[in-house]
């Protein structure tokens, strides 16, 4: 039998808790933004232009909270939402002037947190873990069970 908190699962989320913590408290007073507003900055930023559909799966939030927080960042003069050239139902996503501003605000919060949390490895070990979770997050949008990637 095996320990629940010794589970890859368990200790992710974990880990997911532990971190959100803390990066709420950053994202606050590095960027003044909540979490999943900044989440949706730093997604809108990095790979724009985005439908609120592309920016609740890069923020990894529900369509609902993807579509409130863009609704924010349009509020606030950072997102311009205009409608889709492709689909015409749909709106695209992307930074103003403002919102190139605290983009880059939020991004050196995400570096910062990145540098606290992972810190405790040797670049070596924080490449070797960024190649284990490659493979581990392509094997469950597979919707595969990990038994075929053991053998690599």
Known sequence: MFELDRTLTYRLHLLHKLSDIESQRAFV????LSMSVARCLTAVGSFAPLSVNDLAQKANLDKGQASRAAQSLVDQ???RKAAS???GRGVVL?????GDTAWRRAMQVVERRNHEIFGVLSNAEREQLSHLFDRVIAQCKAGGDGA?????
Do not use: H, N, S, Y
Not at 148 to 152: F, I, L, R, S
């Open 29 to 32: 007073a590095g960027a003044g």
């Open 94 to 98: 992307t930074l103003t002037a403002a």
């Open 85 to 87: 050239p492709t689909d």
């Open 148 to 152: 075929a990637a053991q053998d690599e």
């Open 77 to 79: 003069g950072l997102v």
